[in-house]
């Protein structure tokens, strides 16, 4: 029988420590798939009603699991998988600090999570096949990704730069490449 969402929310309650639950040590047996799904906005829906309460969004998210391209929700006792339109998180503000190769870009996402881009955070750019319309992400924490929303993206390309053929970013003393220079158009 598949736990419902209130069994996983006591259970994730009582599991919730400083820093976070220690997912990586858990192995529950898989329980099935709950109806639960996280839309590109980053909105929860429970049997497809949005779950409007911050704070049990939040506390689901602190034992999202990701294995290759599924995602659960982990407990001590049970796994549970879940739908995910996109990416779990929404990145939906950031600050820059710095310049160049010793800027630092730390994003906010729209569960309140911080990360700051660099190696242990590096940003990502997807394009789509047909349109060529970008998709930027951030890991946030494990191999958790947030989708950076539109206009963070468009602040961001103002502080892009160029570096070995490619526009992208500096922050944490890495650069995150956006596209091929040669790509973009001439500014005259």
């Not at 497809?48 to 294995?67: D, H, M, S």
Request: glycine share 10%.
């Amino acid at each position: 029988m598949t736990p419902s969402a209130e069994s996983l929310a006591a259970s994730a309650k009582a599991a919730k420590t400083k820093g976070g639950p220690p997912l990586e040590q858990w192995n529950p047996p898989f329980c099935g798939d709950l109806d639960m799904q996280i839309r590109r906005d980053g909105t929860w829906f429970y049997q497809g009603t949005p779950i409007g309460r911050i704070e049990l969004v939040k506390l689901f998210a602190t034992i999202l699991w990701r294995e290759g391209d599924d995602y659960f929700l982990k407990t001590p006792v049970e796994k549970v998988g879940i739908t995910v339109e996109d990416a779990p998180f929404v990145a939906v503000d950031f600050e820059a600090s710095g310049q160049g190769e010793a800027g630092e870009l730390t994003f906010t996402t729209n569960l309140g999570d911080t990360a700051t881009a660099g190696p242990d955070h590096p940003i990502r750019v997807e394009r789509d096949a047909e349109t060529g319309e970008p998709s930027p992400y951030v890991l946030i924490r494990r191999n958790l990704e947030a989708l950076i929303d539109r206009k963070s993206f468009y602040r961001l390309v103002d502080l892009g730069a160029h570096h070995d053929g490619w526009f992208g970013l500096w922050s944490g003393g890495e650069f995150f490449r956006i596209i091929p220079s040669d790509e973009l158009p001439n500014e005259e």
